[in-house]
């Protein structure tokens, strides 16, 4: 497994969408969908579109109970109106000392490992390398 964290630039959501098999979309649960996510849904669409899985994040900014359940029900369904129904989607409840709680890391890990990914036409069609660094000297 090769992990990238894609910038919010187009350039880069271009290039990592050519050469990805999955797809974390991390989404601040307490902000909601931004722009960016919207532009790089849409370049995975003209891409192949890869599998995507959505974690929702900063539960924890939530005071209220009713409003973290509301949240989750509101990016639940629109995250699947933007990928398709049933789409799966993460809860990630917040950061303890510094890190998420290690059972939603384990659950979220167990899921990556037994996925099943399909071949995408679009990438058998079109080549394309990706550089991750490179030295002039």
């Known amino acids: ?6 910038p919010c ?18 989404i601040d649960a307490h902000f909601g969908f931004e722009m960016e996510v919207f532009e790089f849904l849409n370049i995975l669409k003209v891409h192949g ?5 959505g974690v ?8 209220k109970m009713a409003q973290v359940k509301e949240a989750k029900k509101t990016l639940k369904h629109r995250f699947w109106t933007e990928i398709c129904d049933g789409a799966k989607l993460f809860y990630l ?4 000392n510094g890190k998420y709680p290690k059972r939603e890391i384990l659950n979220l890990g167990r899921f990556i490992s ?4 399909r071949p995408l036409i679009w990438r058998n069609t079109h080549g394309c390398v990706l550089a991750d660094r490179y030295n002039l000297s």
């Open 1 to 6: 497994i090769t992990l990238f964290e894609c």
């Open 9 to 26: 630039e187009i350039n880069a959501m271009c290039d990592v969408a050519k050469i990805a098999d999955l797809v974390l979309l991390m």
């Open 49 to 53: 579109f890869p599998k995507v899985i």
């Open 56 to 63: 929702l994040t900063h539960l924890d900014k939530f005071k």
């Open 93 to 96: 409840s917040g950061l303890i």
């Open 114 to 117: 037994v996925t099943k990914f």
